[in-house]
């Protein structure tokens, strides 16, 4: 397994910033591309970014474009999300993921999920 562990979440009020932090405390995801995805009540968990394994391709959703920044450091075995602009909208649990060989916008084809992290945006 790929223990990932989320942090970074919490509550903002809109226009303002956040940092999501993913640890692979398991070191093997540096070789696998790495997304986040997620999910608000009642909703299905939704793709926001995508990171190849050497942290050159990058894919957003086009809800998040523009305002939201995905990246990694392999030496210290952490993906990032940072969050500019937030939205009400924004507002949801956030799931940092490994899996494919190349990064993807698919959901099942990621086979490593961490726990997840809650980001509420006030208006």
């Known amino acids: 397994q790929v223990p990932l562990v989320e942090s970074g979440g919490g509550l903002v009020q809109a226009g303002n910033s956040l940092r999501l932090f993913c640890t692979d405390s398991?070191?093997?995801?540096?070789?696998?591309?790495m997304a986040w995805f997620r999910q608000a009540p009642g909703k299905e968990r939704e793709f926001v970014a995508t990171?190849?394994?050497?942290?050159?391709?990058?894919n957003y959703a086009d809800s998040v474009k523009g305002r939201f920044t995905i990246s990694r450091d392999n030496g210290k075995n952490t993906m990032y999300l940072q969050m500019n602009s937030l939205k009400p909208e924004d507002k949801a649990v956030y799931y940092c993921?490994?899996?494919?060989?190349?990064?993807?916008?698919?959901?099942?084809?990621?086979?490593?999920w961490g726990q997840g992290t809650q980001v509420t945006v006030s208006s």
């Open positions: 993921a490994a899996g494919p060989s190349g990064p993807s916008t698919q959901r099942t084809l990621y086979d490593y």
């Open positions: 990171i190849n394994y050497a942290g050159i391709f990058t």
């Open positions: 398991g070191s093997t995801s540096e070789t696998l591309a």
